[in-house]
């Protein structure tokens, strides 16, 4: 279960990397971030500007018009929030982490108590000691209570930073239970700000909740 999360604890940033990597002009990174084994890939080895620079131009490609009241990820704000903070909150809650990718990640295991209990996995990404991106798994006993969890988090997406810009699939327990693979999604894409709300049906590895927020100055040269 763990190394299921691994691999997709990156999220879009990974998933876009890869998706680069394997065109013609992208052979050059892909052979930078191969592993022997072939892909998946790891980005744990590649350098951390280069993964933030085509982090940020992807963020940018995908940005909305309309600037974000504020730019929240669980329980921080992107681009104020500093590695120190975050390390000193998952030692306070008696989270384990672990450094990779020249100190810019930090990579949590589970949250086993207080209100973020039920977290299996937590991703936070840094630039120059900012964190600039978040990317959170839960684990849900049942579709209903993954249901209520994301309208619970859309709801203060929503006063906190503007209505959801993108939706995909239906936000229903019966929709999702439906089918293996069944999936609601909710996307709020602003200009210096993106965030994604979903839950998954994984079969027999339950309902998950994954929470993914990534931020990027408007103009700023990394």
């Not at 997709?8 to 998706?19: F, K, M, R």
């Not at 080895?45 to 940018?60: C, G, K, Q, W």
């Not at 959801?164 to 909710?186: C, I, K, N, V, W």
């Amino acid at each position: 279960m763990k190394r299921f999360f691994a691999l997709v604890a990156t999220g879009a940033v990974l998933a876009a990397l890869v998706g680069a990597a394997h065109s013609d002009a992208g052979k050059p990174l892909l052979r930078l971030l191969q592993r022997s084994g072939g892909c998946p890939v790891s980005l744990d080895a590649a350098d951390a500007a280069s993964v933030e620079a085509y982090r940020v131009d992807r963020l940018r490609r995908r940005a909305g018009v309309r600037a974000a009241k504020s730019h929240p990820a669980w329980h921080f704000e992107l681009g104020r929030a500093r590695r120190a903070q975050v390390s000193a909150w998952a030692a306070q809650n008696g989270i384990g982490c672990e450094r990779a990718r020249g100190d810019s990640v930090l990579r949590c295991d589970g949250v086993r108590s207080g209100e973020s209990a039920g977290v299996t996995s937590v991703y936070f990404q840094f630039d120059r000691d900012r964190l600039v991106a978040v990317d959170v798994w839960r684990g849900a006993k049942t579709a209903a209570e993954a249901v209520a969890h994301v309208e619970d988090l859309g709801a203060s997406l929503a006063r906190r930073v503007g209505p959801p810009t993108h939706r995909r699939g239906r936000l229903r327990a019966d929709y999702l239970e439906d089918a293996r693979f069944r999936r609601a999604a909710f996307e709020y894409r602003y200009r210096e700000y993106l965030a994604k709300l979903s839950v998954t049906n994984f079969g027999g590895r339950g309902i998950k909740v994954r929470e993914q927020y990534q931020w990027a100055p408007a103009s700023e040269p990394l």
